[in-house]
């Protein structure tokens, strides 16, 4: 018996005094903390002044029995362990009483020896249990970091280089494709550093209009162009003391760049038809599914402020190359958007989980969050099984390893993944062009007019054997 074991402090509740003497005296022998109690009432009156590791029970106590003491220590603790005694053992009350979560039950006379033992199996459950919850708990830490879910090598080390960048000021570059969750990372960052209580801003280089992309970024002044009627604040003065986010960074144009340089570099900007400089104090995190590099290469973007904004690159890996996070992640959602919607969906059958793991999710985490979201809506049972999830005919296709169809563009109308038919088309062609060439990537880029640096680009992205 260990010293732990030993400590522990148990309830003997018996309404019979020789009884409770006996077992006070045993236990207390054994190096146990020993309380006693008279009554039923008088055992729920421990129970609500301290806590026990143990609760020894007879299930007659004459004002109540000793199911209802099981019932309030249950209400109270529902981790508390208890062991049922009785004179009056039958298979009923027995079962009852382990199905209100009694741990044992010993009827009378027992024998000492039998009774030690049970005591002691029933605290070793209680320090394994503990030892459990305190396990599930530290992993539960794991498989989250802020919003971020997911164990895997790959994610773990994202997670350690978030901490080492996040107390700096320096550029952060975040990388990958669409839908892996890169503006969660930036947020992570933000929340552990310094300036987690200034503001964090959102800017999607992608979705705001040339025209109007200098005017959002830095401010305007009334009358700097038609429509401005009063002087507004740009974007970056928005997140002074905080964290701005330029999402897909490789969509800004040449001209923008110029400007952005500026900014980046000096920490000032100037609103369209202002004369004076604005300083800023801001962190920049940006973003892009593009190659950067190959845009620097085309001329497309600026080489002196690439250099800027890559000072630590942190690359999120697709979905296909941490499938090991998968299961984590559909059940994430899965219970967010049980939540969400009041459904008592719960869990997701293994098989389920089976048939995820043979689909490619070109879409990545993006792709299986709409999944996950468009079977909880759907569902009508607590578990999702593989009949249950909401999988385009097209992705049912995909797994069970239809790749030669010819597409059919009425699919549209029941719903479709374009992502998922467009990466299906790319990776046909390119494995087709490798065996065509013998497998020389400079003939099967060749063969498919693009570039050898391309093809290698997307020989990663779409995980082709090299």
Known sequence: ???????????????????????????????????????????????????????????????????????????????????????????ETAVEAMNLGAYDYVPKPFDNDELRQAVSRALTHRTVAHEKKALDEELKKKLHFGMIVGSSPRMMHIYSMIRQVARTRTNVLITGESGTGKELIARAIH?????????????????????????????????????????????????????????????????????????????????????????????????????????????????????RLNVIEIRVPPLRERKTDLRALAQHFLEKYAREMGKTVSKISSYAIDLLQKYDFPGNVRELENLMERSVALSNTNILLPDSLALSVHKRRWIEGVKDRRFDIDEVAKGVSLDAILAEIEKAYIEKALACAGGSKAKAAELLDINLRSLRYRLDKLAIEK
């Open 1 to 91: 018996m260990s010293e732990t074991t030993k400590r522990a402090k148990i309830l003997v509740a018996d309404d019979e005094q020789g009884m409770r003497e006996v077992l006070e005296i045993m236990l207390s022998k054994e190096g146990y903390d020993v309380r006693v109690a008279e009554s039923g009432r008088a055992a729920v009156k421990w129970l609500q002044k301290e806590k026990f590791d143990l609760l020894l029970c007879d299930m007659k106590l004459g004002d109540m029995t000793g199911l209802e003491v099981l019932k309030a220590a249950k209400k109270r603790d529902t981790n508390a362990v208890m062991i049922m005694i009785s004179a009056y053992a039958s298979a």
């Open 191 to 307: 929340e552990q550093s310094d300036r987690c209580d200034q503001p964090f801003v959102a800017i999607n280089c992608g979705g705001i209009p040339e025209t109007l992309m200098e005017s959002e970024l830095f401010g305007h002044k009334k009358g700097s162009f038609t429509g401005a009627a009063y002087d507004k604040k740009g974007l970056f003065e928005s997140a002074q003391g905080g964290t701005v986010f330029l999402d897909e960074i490789g969509e800004l144009s040449v001209q923008i760049q110029v400007k952005l340089l500026r900014a980046v570099q000096e920490k000032v900007v100037k609103p369209v038809g202002g004369n004076e400089n604005i300083h800023v104090d801001i962190r920049i995190i940006s973003a892009t599914n593009k190659k950067l590099e190959d845009e620097v290469i085309e001329g497309r973007f600026r080489e002196d402020l690439f250099y």
